[in-house]
């Protein structure tokens, strides 16, 4: 069995900062890729950002610039800085990896909400 256990989520002003943290547990021997997606409410769950094992990342058009991405393979661990927040980034956000458990697979975590005031 696989857990993603995430930290890090809260309320924020707009223009301020916050870190995400995701550590992968369990079952799990490999993994490729890591990220992270949100969904806000009425809306559908959107790729923020991921980062494969060997660091090459992607961002979505709306965060280039103010997030960041990163991993630490040895832990099983994936970040995502978050700076210059806008009201607009409130959403729950949910960890992801591509992992080898008994198989090829993908994980999702539980979810952390980020909520951005104005």
């Known amino acids: 069995q696989v857990q993603l256990a995430e930290s890090g989520g809260g309320l924020v002003q707009a223009g301020g900062s916050l870190r995400l943290s995701c550590t992968a547990s369990?079952?799990?021997?490999?993994?490729?890729?890591m990220g992270w997606y949100r969904q806000a409410p009425g809306k559908q769950r959107e790729l923020v950002a991921t980062?494969?094992?060997?660091?090459?990342?992607n961002y979505v058009d709306s965060v280039k610039g103010r997030f960041t991405i990163s991993r630490d393979n040895a832990k099983n661990t994936v970040y995502l800085q978050m700076n210059s927040l806008k009201p607009e980034d409130t959403a729950v956000y949910y960890c992801?990896?591509?992992?080898?458990?008994?198989?090829?697979?993908?994980?999702w975590g539980q979810g952390t909400q980020v909520t951005v005031s104005s």
């Open positions: 992801y990896c591509n992992g080898y458990s008994v198989a090829w697979g993908d994980y």
């Open positions: 369990g079952s799990i021997f490999s993994i490729n890729r």
């Open positions: 980062i494969t094992s060997g660091g090459t990342t």
